[in-house]
């Protein structure tokens, strides 16, 4: 099931609404998202569920032998090690065992076979999650969990239990206590839920067509199409994850929970290392928060540390080497920004400071995804970019391909940035929109995109979101 299927969206959805906004008490709402949370993950996954659940009880475990044993250094340290190592050996299992097996094969020469492991959809995030909330209950950021069903409904809260954003137990604690939903919450939620589907189905899909196509020319490899395919894949994985972050945010608002944003217009970042401010925040606060400063953060190895984090971001992503060196690229540039690009850009003239990071950022940006998208004949692919290996710097399909594309290249750009939002500020300013207004016409581009996502929806196939993948 998914969330961009016609059957969840007038089916699902639906039918849980109306079991939830008619039970009577916050008990009998949280059985019903436990249970429809697990009908959803169980649709595509009917034997990992077991798996998740068996995630959520260890931890649960874990987490009240920990504070069971809070003046006990030794033995608090002792669970939450084993805690550790059970939740990263079981997502070592199903996601990296086939690529260590390969990767010992080619360097050793020897023939143990391969193993087929079907991965759990968003074992990733599912794992991170759990795993966060024993790190948390460790150091004392937040009360142990005594009920699991309410831990349970934390892991597999069906909006962002497969591709995020990740969720801080201590971040959401007080709203599993108190399930009320208050009218506007759903009127905002519904609206970016439909934002969300409207970014998938509208834009996301488009941008991903139009990217294989210009990486997919055989007979005619050319440096502008290229470069066309790098920005439409980078549109592409931005709709894509934006778009299922704004409708897990949307859902979760519709059922009483304010998940942190996950997304702020990374594209109009001038640096990486403010790209890396805006995109997927909710990762990033992990590695920094669990990782980088346990590490010693800036006070001590202050670039091992970097390169350590991006090493494992990058290898969080998936199980191939070029997510190792899409992650290491982004470790190493960071490294060159801060001890020396941001000092001469800081340097700079403001109109020059503009136009020259706008670029920058655009270029390392596109390229960066370049590396994420082949992962195969990675260096051959990327060597296109830098005009090796090319027929000519562009030619006849290409052209054509441009021109057949160019409405949702500047379509796609547009939206990627905080243009939209600037000018409805600047019309409240301007026109003194009221509050009715505004809600009227939040609910009428509600039903409009509602309807224009409903049309793509019925008319494609099944096109699942990236992130399902991680």
């Known amino acids: 099931m998914v969330f961009s299927h016609p059957f969840f969206v007038y089916g699902f959805l639906p039918l849980l609404f109306l079991c939830y906004y008619i039970a009577k008490s916050d008990g009998t709402r ?34 009240r032998l920990i504070d069971l044993y809070r003046r006990n250094r030794f033995m608090k340290k002792l669970w939450l090690v084993l805690a550790v190592i059970l ?37 990733s995030f599912f794992t991170f999650q759990a795993m966060s909330y024993v790190i948390d209950v460790y150091r004392g950021d937040t009360e142990v969990q005594m009920s699991f069903p309410r831990l349970l409904l934390y892991v597999s809260f069906f909006p962002q239990l497969i591709a995020g954003p990740i969720v801080r137990y201590k971040d959401i604690e ?48 050319t440096f502008v199409g290229r470069w066309m395919g790098a920005a439409f894949y980078a549109l ?6 934006s778009g299922y972050s704004d409708m897990a945010i949307g859902l979760g608002k519709m059922f009483g929970f304010r998940f942190l944003e996950n997304f702020d217009y990374p594209y109009a970042s001038h640096t990486a290392t403010e790209f890396w401010r805006r995109w997927h925040i909710s990762l990033g606060t992990f590695f920094r928060d669990y990782v980088y400063i346990p590490l010693g953060g800036n006070r001590r190895h202050h670039l ?62 596109m390229f960066g995804f370049a590396i ?79 309807a224009l996502a409903t049309a793509k929806m019925v008319g494609n196939t099944f096109s699942p979101f990236l992130y399902w993948n991680f």
């Open 30 to 63: 949280r059985a019903i998202l436990i249970l429809f949370s697990l009908v959803f993950y169980a649709w595509g996954e009917p034997v990992y569920v077991f798996l998740m659940i068996f995630s959520v009880a260890f931890n649960y475990l874990f987490g």
């Open 87 to 123: 939740n990263l050996g079981i997502l070592v299992f199903f996601k990296y065992t086939g690529f260590l097996v390969s990767n010992f094969n080619g360097i050793f020469r020897t023939g143990f076979t391969v193993p087929s492991i079907v991965m759990p959809i968003g074992i």
């Open 174 to 221: 007080m709203q599993l206590d108190d399930m009320r939903v208050r009218p506007y919450d759903i009127c905002d939620g519904m609206y970016r839920f439909v934002s969300g589907a409207a970014k998938k189905l509208l834009l996301a899909d488009s941008c991903f067509a139009a990217a294989t196509s210009f990486y997919g020319l055989t007979d005619e490899v």
């Open 236 to 241: 592409y994985i931005y709709y894509d994850f």
């Open 304 to 365: 091992r540390n970097i390169l350590v984090v991006w090493f494992l971001t990058g290898l969080w992503h998936g199980a191939s080497w070029n997510f190792v060196i899409w992650g290491l690229f982004y470790g190493v540039l960071l490294i060159f920004e801060k001890k020396f690009f941001i000092r001469f850009l800081d340097g700079l003239g403001k109109v020059s400071y503009s136009i020259i990071t706008r670029i920058y950022s655009a270029v390392i940006t």
């Open 372 to 450: 994420f998208y082949f992962t195969e004949n990675t260096a051959k692919s990327i060597g296109y970019l830098f005009g090796i290996g090319l027929d000519s710097f562009s030619g006849l399909f290409t052209r054509s391909l441009i021109t057949s594309n160019i409405f949702l290249l500047i379509i796609g750009v547009f939206f990627a940035y905080p243009i939209m939002p600037k000018l409805i500020d600047m019309g409240k300013r301007i026109l003194g929109v009221s509050y009715e207004v505004r809600r009227g016409t939040m609910l009428v581009t509600t039903f409009v995109l509602m």
